[in-house]
């Protein structure tokens, strides 16, 4: 019987999300290594939502995977980080299969994909008995896309928080808040992420920005009651504006009572906090007459 490891990916969600405006070399501040890309401020948080990896080991030198309720296109976060653990640590005596069980909402700005690749890598650790350094895992995660690099510092059990800045690659561990409890909704709509960046450099080309807190008060913030976070999203009035379904939700949720709401990410998964399961619930219970789809799920 083949050997098999069970790995769960947590879902993450951010609070606060500041998307800077690009530089260009005319500007002071410019920064080679960011040349083309957006810098981003955020604290990101793994919640009680996840997908689960049944992963086996098979003769094939390949990352095979099974999905039955998506469709993944040929290259996919699970195969690029087969292959960039390959890359990384010279190590390809066998390949993996992976049945992936789907609880993250695909395209929801919940980091779902990039959780899997970086569950996988976990599971590969496990196979060959080794323990990446972070510089190793950074290798890996730079081959995978920007949120890799805080799942791949996420502990044993795959739950971390964490500061994040740069492209996602500066990642300073945070103790997480373990008393937050959040009403998440799923708009059926999937927000594009290439096009909200798009509207956002529209945004700063008009001169238009957000209040945004500065990155070293994050921490502060977080630690306080969230009635009284002044965290911004700076994807929200952008995609809120062109998905008419992820502004009702918005709307929603904050008729609910809820402490904090936001968009996750660059949408389409909107949350509300709450200081309780109870009251998590309630709100809940409120929406059901709207139709939404939605889960309670608490901070990890």
Known sequence: MCPELRVRAYAKVNFGLNVLPKKTPDDPDYEAQYEGFHKLESIFQT??????????????????????????????????????????????????????????????GLGGGSSDGAALIKALEKFYGVRLNKDQLSQIASKIGSDVFFFTRCNEEG?????VSGRGEVVQEIEGRKDLYLLMVFPKTSSSTKLAYSLIDKMHERGESLDAPVFEDYEKIYRDSPEKWTFVNTFTPVISSEYEEIDRALKSVRKTGALYSEVSGSGSTVYGIFTSEQQAEHAKSLLVDEMWSCKVCKTL
């Open 47 to 108: 919640v009680s939502l996840y997908d689960e990896l049944i992963v086996r080991k098979q003769v094939e030198k390949v990352c095979s995977i099974l999905c039955d309720s998506i469709s993944l296109p040929e290259e996919n976060t699970l195969t690029m980080a087969f292959k960039a653990f390959c890359d990384v640590t010279g190590k390809n005596d066998f390949g993996v299969h992976v049945e992936l069980l789907k609880g993250i909402p695909s395209g929801g």
């Open 159 to 163: 739950s971390g928080c964490a500061l």
